[in-house]
């Protein structure tokens, strides 16, 4: 790999005969500790008892805070069939110091959720078919409410190289708009850590 901490660490190879001297080599990512890293990723729900599945888009921040702990922080958007929000988003997991790391976490998020102006708009433009009489009209305002999220999660992350991470993920989310919309989200993120 090509991550300095990792190189200093085993600038001495492993013998070719040294078959678990080899394995520890390939598998330890344990020079992850104190990385700090972009992300960009997505997901969508696989399941719900409504029709407005949801999906979310987020970039934002990881740093390890040791080699099998992490938290994250990122501006965040969800959206459906009828509601869409913008926000914020926070989690932590915990996952094994190893490339191939299977991880679980806990999450948030919490933005405002917002009727789209523009379909207010056509609305508005239904009931009247003169554009004329929507200057007379009052218009209807934007809803805005808040939006809310609670998740536990379970995934993997692999490590590309020492400073690239692909993951995946399902999650439980739980939101505030009632159980309906509750259910699980699928999703993966690109993380591009640095020191």
């Not at 929507?134 to 190289?161: C, K, M, Q, R």
């Amino acid at each position: 790999m090509n991550d300095p901490v990792y190189a200093q660490k085993y600038a001495k190879q492993a013998s070719p005969g040294d078959f678990f001297g080899k394995l520890k080599q390939a598998t330890d990512a344990r020079h992850n500790d104190k990385q700090v890293g972009w992300l960009v990723g997505g997901g969508t729900q696989v399941n719900s008892n409504t029709i407005d599945t949801l999906g979310t888009i987020e970039l934002g921040r990881e740093i390890y805070d040791t080699s099998y702990l992490s938290h994250r922080v990122s501006l965040s958007g969800f959206t459906g069939n009828n509601t869409s929000a913008f926000g914020a988003e926070a989690g932590v997991r915990l996952q094994t110091p190893t490339r191939l790391a299977p991880f679980v976490g806990i999450g948030g998020f919490g933005g405002i959720r917002t009727v789209d102006a523009v379909t207010l708009g056509l609305e508005a433009w239904n009931e009247s078919n003169n554009p004329l009489d929507l200057l007379d009209e009052e218009l209807p305002t934007e809803s805005v409410n808040g939006l809310a999220t609670f998740y536990p999660e379970v995934g993997a992350h692999f490590w590309i190289d020492g400073n690239i991470r692909l993951s995946g993920f399902g999650r439980y989310t739980i939101t505030s708009e009632g159980r309906d919309y509750d259910g699980w989200m699928v999703g993966g993120q690109v993380t591009l850590f640095g020191r």
